[in-house]
């Protein structure tokens, strides 16, 4: 209950951070989301039932901010989290090359993804900036990785199992 408040607040935390604080530190009017770089991270760290679950509520609060259609980010988020999932079962988590590379990998395909639903629904939306900040997404994450990874391994964030 605990890990699922401190989780709750954190989401809810970098989810207003995202829209109010990054585009402040914009580069030519490109910023990455600390919300989709944690929640890959957390979901490499953590296995496939959390980061489903890290998915969908996080895509739920980025679909609050979002005009158009409700549900695409949880979609999407879900999704993408469960393949951070599945690439974090076969590598080393304490090392950060393959969790970075996957952030910015996933930052990319999510970008196309919904350039591609948008287009479906014959909504206009900017894909020029997709590498820029999935670029700039990757350099953040180099630094946050480390963060996630302490943080997933501090003793209130452990799994305990009880009988």
Same mark, same amino acid.
Do not use: H
């Given at each position: 209950?605990?890990?699922? &408040? ?6 809810? +935390? ?6 109010? &604080? ?21 979901? %490499? ?15 739920? /609060? ?12 949880? +979609? /999407?988020?879900?999704?993408? *989290?469960? =393949? ?6 076969? =590598?080393? !988590? !304490? #090392? ?6 996957? *952030? ?5 395909? !999510?970008? +196309? ?5 948008? @287009?479906? /629904? #014959? ?6 900036? %997709? ?13 946050? @990785?480390? =963060?996630? @990874?302490?943080? *997933?391994?501090? !003793? @209130? ?5 009880? &009988?």
């Amino acid at each position: 209950m605990k890990r699922s &408040f401190i989780l709750g607040i954190i989401l809810i +935390l970098l989810t207003i951070l995202d829209n109010s &604080f990054m585009p402040f530190i914009a580069i030519r009017g490109i910023y990455p989301s600390l919300l989709f770089i944690f929640i890959i991270s957390y979901s %490499i760290i953590n296995g496939k039932l959390e980061g489903t679950l890290i998915g969908v509520f996080s895509g739920i /609060l980025q679909d609050i901010y979002f005009n158009n259609i409700f549900g695409i980010n949880a +979609l /999407l988020n879900m999704i993408l *989290c469960l =393949i951070a999932a599945e690439i974090g079962v076969n =590598i080393i !988590k !304490k #090392k950060r090359v393959i969790p970075v590379i996957t *952030c910015f990998i996933l930052s990319v395909v !999510k970008g +196309l993804l919904m350039v591609l639903i948008n @287009y479906i /629904l #014959k909504v206009n939306i900017n894909y020029n900036t %997709i590498i820029y900040s999935s670029i700039y997404s990757a350099v953040i994450a180099i630094i946050m @990785y480390r =963060i996630i @990874y302490n943080f *997933c391994n501090t !003793k @209130y964030m452990e799994k305990d199992w009880k &009988f």
